[in-house]
Nanobody, 114 residues
Framework: QVQLMESGGGLVHPGGSLRLSCAAS????????MGWYRQAPGNQRELVAT???????DYADSVKGRFTISEGNNNEMVSLQMNSLTPEDTALYYC????????WGPGIEVTVSS
């Protein structure tokens, strides 16, 4: 069974940047959407950004202009460049891929704090 794994999270100061990456352990067929979601403590999981098979992107209003989702190359399926980070971006970030079935990564922590 294919598994996803996120990387690139960590602790960053407000105003800083991080780049999240999502890798798959095997081949995923018929992908029609990839995305990133996040869940802050005490909150529900929310959509951050998605990219469709045609390259169209969609962002949560709170991250527009600061985050960029991109398709990856080779083993990297999808990435999320996060700039101008604020403490409100602190959350567990999940990679999601939708193909013939839906795949989720285990999540990676992003903490924005001074």
């Amino acid at each position: 069974q294919v598994q996803l794994m996120e990387s690139g999270g960590g602790l960053v100061h407000p105003g800083g940047s991080l780049r999240l990456s999502c890798a798959a352990s095997g081949s995923i067929r018929s992908i029609y959407r990839m995305g990133w979601y996040r869940q802050a403590p005490g909150n529900q999981r929310e959509l951050v950004a998605t990219i469709s098979g045609g390259g169209g992107t969609d962002y949560a209003d709170s991250v527009k202009g600061r985050f960029t989702i991109s398709e990856g190359n080779n083993n990297e399926m999808v990435s999320l460049q996060m700039n101008s980070l604020t403490p409100e971006d602190t959350a567990l970030y999940y990679c999601n891929i939708q193909g013939r079935r839906e795949y989720w990564g285990p999540g990676i922590e992003v903490t924005v704090s001074s």
